[in-house]
């Protein structure tokens, strides 16, 4: 998967500059990991996931993003615990 990271007080989702309501998606929290993981009930595509203080966003599904062009740090997910996502 293709994530970026964010401070979790510092990420909007949004679409048409509008704030999209969390309670309106569909979602499920992982037992390893303090994380919520938040998907399109229409596609079942992971759009993000949030907890510790951070947020995952699949940058597959942003628009204008060249995925070619990016740059990816792996993230130890066996591990998450003890693995801080990028600064």
Request: hydrophobic share 35%; charged share 25%; with cysteine.
């Amino acid at each position: 998967r293709s994530f970026s990271f964010a401070d979790e007080d510092l990420f909007t989702l949004a679409t048409d500059s509008k704030p999209v309501d969390e309670a309106t998606m569909g979602s499920w929290k992982a037992s390893q990991f303090p994380l919520t993981h938040y998907f399109c009930e229409k596609c079942s595509s992971n759009i993000y996931w949030r907890g510790s203080g951070k947020v995952g966003v699949n940058v597959r599904l942003l628009d204008g993003v060249d995925i070619e062009k990016v740059k990816f740090t792996h993230l130890d997910l066996k591990n998450m615990a003890r693995v801080k996502p990028p600064a």
